[in-house]
């Protein structure tokens, strides 16, 4: 099974503290992606990489950037965290080009006080 | 850019009762996918259709296809308290990013 783990559950962090989100897949895949969920707002692709050191701005992309040093890791980056970010953060990963499956970790509640 | 709209986006039913939700876009789409996201968990892929007016069974899941593949649909029969969550369709847009609809979020009354 496909298996995609994201570094903490909860995470509770400072308004304007850098904040660090880990995700990591077992499956080789050469995509991998990073969403923010709210009520009412769905899911919401925030940066994706198709490779090693390559990113691509999602549909919200401000505040944030990541990094992909390895292929099975992707980091999600808030370089100085604000109350607007709190939110839910899901990391997905698929395989190739192709239009696979999707598979996500178990998510991130982040809380910015 | 492409979008995918999702209705409605809360349903209240008694266990028993039917539940649909239906996905529309103004384009045609070359695929539609279907991923079920449990309270408290994470979005898990279902179905993905292909083809124009196709229809696929999961048990009491009934997914469709519009026959000019703008639309999808998810019918679920005879729910129970174990279908509870949020439903959401997903469509290919460029770049090979996957677009999201808002979900449909079923709760299920025993």
């Known amino acids: 099974d496909v298996k995609v783990t994201q570094s903490s559950r909860y995470l509770v962090k400072r308004t304007g503290e850098k904040v660090f989100l880990e995700c990591v897949q077992d499956m080789d895949h050469e995509n991998m992606f990073w969403y923010r969920q709210d009520p009412g707002l769905g899911l919401r692709l925030i940066y994706f990489s198709y490779d090693v050191k390559m990113k691509e701005k999602g549909d919200i992309p401000e505040g944030y950037s990541v990094s992909r040093e390895k292929k099975e890791r992707f980091s999600l980056i808030l370089e100085s965290a604000s109350t607007n970010q709190t939110s839910m953060y899901l990391c997905?990963?698929?395989?190739?080009?192709?239009?696979?499956?999707?598979?996500f970790g178990p998510g991130t509640r982040l809380t910015v006080l | 850019g492409q979008q995918v709209m999702q209705i409605p986006q809360y349903q209240h039913v008694q266990e028993g009762e039917d539940f649909t939700t239906y996905c529309n876009s103004s384009t045609t789409l070359s695929n539609i996918q279907w991923y079920k996201q449990r309270p408290g968990g994470h979005p898990v892929f279902l179905i993905q259709l292909v083809k124009s007016g196709e229809v696929k069974k999961q048990k009491r899941l009934t997914f469709q296809f519009g026959e000019a593949k703008k639309n999808s649909s998810l019918h679920i029969t005879a729910t129970q308290t174990t279908d509870v969550g949020t439903y959401f369709c997903a469509v290919w847009g460029n770049t090979g990013k996957l677009i999201f609809g808002q979900g449909t979020t079923l709760q299920v009354k025993p």
């Open positions: 997905a990963s698929r395989s190739g080009f192709s239009t696979d499956t999707q598979y």
